[in-house]
Nanobody, 126 residues
Framework: QVQLVESGGGLVQAGGSLRLSCPASGRTPRAYHMAWFLQAPGKEREFVAAIYWRGGETYYADSLKGQFTIPRDSAENTLDQEMNSLKPEDTAAYYC???????????????????WGRGTQVTVSS
């Protein structure tokens, strides 16, 4: 089982930037994906981005491409999320996830991931 703990959330003004961090510990599979999801108040969980850890291939939700990036630190086994030009509608709880058997066509689906962090809240004020 992989343990994930998100950090870096907080309150930021519209137009600002924030960087979230998610270190992975425990039994990480040799070939696994890590991803970020968000859940806005009253809405369903949404896919943000994912990375195939071994090869470094990244995948982004079309709506967030260019605004969010997911740099990784392989030495620290940490996946970050850089968020720029934040808007009030980006307010959400952000979750980190990991999975050892993620199918590429379905990597935007939460059920593909078997380890989740508890989330970190990001609030963007107008």
């Amino acid at each position: 089982q992989v343990q994930l703990v998100e950090s870096g959330g907080g309150l930021v003004q519209a137009g600002g930037s924030l960087r979230l961090s998610c270190p992975a510990s425990g039994r990480t599979p040799r070939a696994y994906h890590m991803a970020w999801f968000l859940q806005a108040p009253g809405k369903e969980r949404e896919f943000v981005a994912a990375i195939y850890w071994r090869g470094g291939e990244t995948y982004y939700a079309d709506s967030l491409k260019g605004q969010f990036t997911i740099p990784r630190d392989s030495a620290e086994n940490t996946l970050d999320q850089e968020m720029n030009s934040l808007k009030p509608e980006d307010t959400a709880a952000y979750y980190c996830a990991a999975g050892g058997s993620v199918r590429i066509p379905a990597l935007s689906r939460g059920r593909e991931y078997d380890s989740w962090g508890r989330g970190t809240q990001v609030t963007v004020s107008s």
